[in-house]
């Protein structure tokens, strides 16, 4: 089994910067993909950015986010700034994860963390 772990949500003034970071922990062969997905109540689960053989932003937040990886740790960081009340979701931790050799992947998520952007 694979756990992610998020940290560093919390409550920042419009204009502000928060880092979130995700480390994944268990059974690991190898993380193809590591990424930042981000929900409120009452609407779909929301793309921001993933990070694998490429980089990718959801439009909303190209500029402002940036997502990074450290392979050693099984870590993966977004760096937010220039938050907007809009910014205001649950930001989940999504991973894609080969657990052996032979190749097998499989995807999960993080709790979430809350972060909350006050106008």
């Known amino acids: 089994q694979v756990q992610l772990v998020e940290s560093g949500g919390g409550l920042v003034q419009a204009g502000g910067s928060l880092e979130l970071s995700c480390a994944a922990s268990g059974t690991i062969f190898s993380i193809p993909v590591m990424g930042w997905y981000r929900q409120t109540p009452g609407k779909q689960r929301e793309f921001i950015a993933t990070?694998?053989?490429?980089?990718n932003y959801a439009n909303t937040v190209k500029g402002r986010f940036t997502i990074s990886r450290d392979y050693a740790k099984k870590t993966v960081y977004l760096q937010m700034n220039e938050l907007k009340p809009e910014d205001t979701a649950a930001y989940l931790c999504y991973a894609r994860v080969v657990g052996g050799q032979l190749g097998y992947e499989s995807d999960y998520w993080g709790q979430g963390t809350q972060v909350t952007v006050s106008s």
């Open positions: 990070s694998g053989s490429s980089t």
